[in-house]
């Protein structure tokens, strides 16, 4: 776990590396962005706050990168398709 800085505020950070990928994640105090790994039907069912972002491979590529998927709870809060990582993750703040 990392802990990196956005905009003033602390986030935890995981990079792991598989045999063909790097799963990466973004954690805020209300929910998180996650790379192209991770299952929105699986966050819509445990009703967790996701935003999935694709084609990254670094955390300053997860902040640009435009929200291709996000759960229905992470809706309720602000989270859009086509906003960046970045502005995910200050609704989830």
Request: with cysteine.
């Amino acid at each position: 776990m990392e802990k990196i800085i956005i905009d003033g505020k602390d986030f935890e950070a995981w990079r792991i590396p598989t045999e063909s990928a790097t799963i990466l994640l973004i954690k805020a105090s209300h929910g998180f962005i996650a790379c192209g790994y991770f299952d929105i039907a699986t966050a819509n069912k445990l009703q967790e706050h996701v935003a999935i972002v694709t084609g990254v491979k670094t955390f300053d590529d997860m902040l640009e990168a435009e929200v291709v998927k996000c759960s229905n709870s992470a809706e309720t809060v602000g989270v859009r398709i086509g906003m960046t990582g970045r502005e995910a993750l200050t609704k989830l703040s």
